[in-house]
């Protein structure tokens, strides 16, 4: 009874465009108030200071104030031309662009959102340009815009981390091999299409191999950034926090030495961080309120009970998880699907004898393709934010074929699990 309350409850709050935050806290002050004797809000206030101290995510606003810096010093633009350079004679052109520039952004930034609107940005008048199908580009950029969470640093594997105890550093170990293989699938895939489909995109630029080599020098900051923050987490010489802080400062330098070092800079940095920052914090406390009165009620309980009398094989009882996520992912917004769902699925999961940290990536993989698929499919609606024409529908069909490879690399993770402690060993 609380399971099919607690849904409909959600679903009425979220389809009548009440705030996230505000839906998760609700939700929670009725179940509270129906199902329990006991004035468990009277907890809010501590559980708010437990969530707003925890030094770890002290790293979100960290990561996000990192991105904002490389997207507003321009460094995107130039990463971008440089991959054209030198991917532009395969079929498909400029889609292994929007690819290449999704991934080495992605290793920068942290956000699927921040990625799919900075590639979007470059890359879109191009499409125009060069007469690529616009449908099937912005959808390769919605998709490219997905690794922004898988490969690190990435909010939403601090954000499980936060939620399951689960070490973080190796979370970002495990999400560079899945990653970089969604990457190369994505590119694949696309070669294929455009192969046998030359409508959706050609190969119309040309540029000299001395224009290539010397372009080479933009991706020095990107590697710059990727090595200052992941190198010093995997030398074991600075945490997660410690690490984006010092990328921070990385930025910095590479921001002076593109000369945007300005007030005007600072403030616009500044502002869409606190902007970005106090969204997740906020859905984070509430969430953590919600899974106190969960837990407290005994739905987590009940749940668990439930998934263990279906009889099913720990394999059976896992791809049930995932079709709940894919179900779930079309109404519910990425990050509080995350905060809502994990502590009840994860110790569901670990159980059964699933590794959490290869559960992480498989799940972030879940949320990844949340991100494309309609109708809260956040990338969709910014890369038609910057597109500015045409209908929302032509971008989520040109993302459809992303969401096929996605669940390819699903079947492949679940194949060969060993694949998230490649670089951990």
Not at 41 to 60: C, K, M, N, P, R
Not at 296 to 311: C, D, H, P, R, V
Not at 354 to 370: K, N
């Amino acid at each position: 009874m609380p399971l099919i309350v607690a849904f409909i409850i959600l679903l009425i709050l979220l389809l009548l465009s009440v705030y996230v935050a505000a839906t998760l806290g609700v939700l929670a002050i009725i179940l509270d108030k129906l199902f329990t004797p006991f004035p468990l809000y009277q907890a809010i206030g501590e559980l708010t200071w437990g969530a707003s101290t925890d030094f770890v995510l002290l790293a979100i606003p960290l990561f996000v104030l990192l991105g904002e810096i490389l997207l507003k010093a321009g460094i995107a633009d130039k990463v971008y031309d440089a991959l054209d350079s030198w991917l532009s004679w395969l079929p498909g052109g400029m889609l292994h662009a929007n690819i290449g520039t999704s991934a080495m952004f992605s290793a920068t930034s942290g956000s699927s959102v921040a990625t799919a609107a900075t590639v979007s940005t470059v890359a879109l008048p191009q499409a125009r340009k060069f007469g690529y199908n616009e449908a099937f580009f912005a959808g390769s950029i919605a998709a490219g815009g997905t690794l922004g969470i898988l490969i690190p640093p990435s909010i939403n594997l601090i954000v499980y981390g936060v939620l399951t105890n689960t070490s973080i550093p190796r979370l970002f170990m495990a999400g560079i091999v899945p990653g970089v293989m969604l990457m190369i699938i994505f590119m694949i895939f696309i070669l294929i299409a455009c192969m046998i489909w030359p409508q959706l995109g050609s190969n119309t630029k040309k540029y000299t191999w001395g224009y290539r080599f010397s372009s080479l020098r933009h991706f020095l900051p990107v590697i710059f950034i990727f090595g200052v923050v992941i190198g010093t987490i995997y030398a074991g010489l600075a945490t997660p926090t410690e690490s984006a802080a010092l990328g921070v400062l990385a930025a910095i330098v590479l921001a002076a030495c593109y000369g945007k070092l300005r007030l005007s800079f600072f403030k616009a940095v500044i502002e869409a961080t606190m902007r970005t920052t106090a969204m997740i914090m906020l859905i984070l406390i509430a969430a953590k309120f919600l899974n106190f009165i969960l837990a407290s009620i005994g739905l987590t309980e009940m749940l668990t009970t439930f998934l263990n009398e279906l009889g099913m094989t720990p394999l059976g009882t896992l791809i049930v998880i995932i079709c709940v996520y894919i179900v779930l992912g079309f109404f519910i917004e990425t990050l509080s699907l995350m905060v809502i769902t994990i502590p009840i699925v994860t110790p569901i999961v670990v159980a059964m004898g699933y590794d959490p940290v290869w559960f992480g990536i498989l799940l972030i993989l879940l949320i990844e393709m949340a991100l494309i698929t309609p109708p809260v499919g956040l990338n969709l609606y910014v890369v038609q934010g910057v597109r500015q024409r045409g209908s929302i529908t032509e971008v989520m069909a040109g993302s459809v074929p992303f969401v096929i490879m996605m669940f390819l690399m699903m079947i492949v993770l679940i194949a060969f699990p060993g694949m998230t402690d490649i670089l951990y060993r």
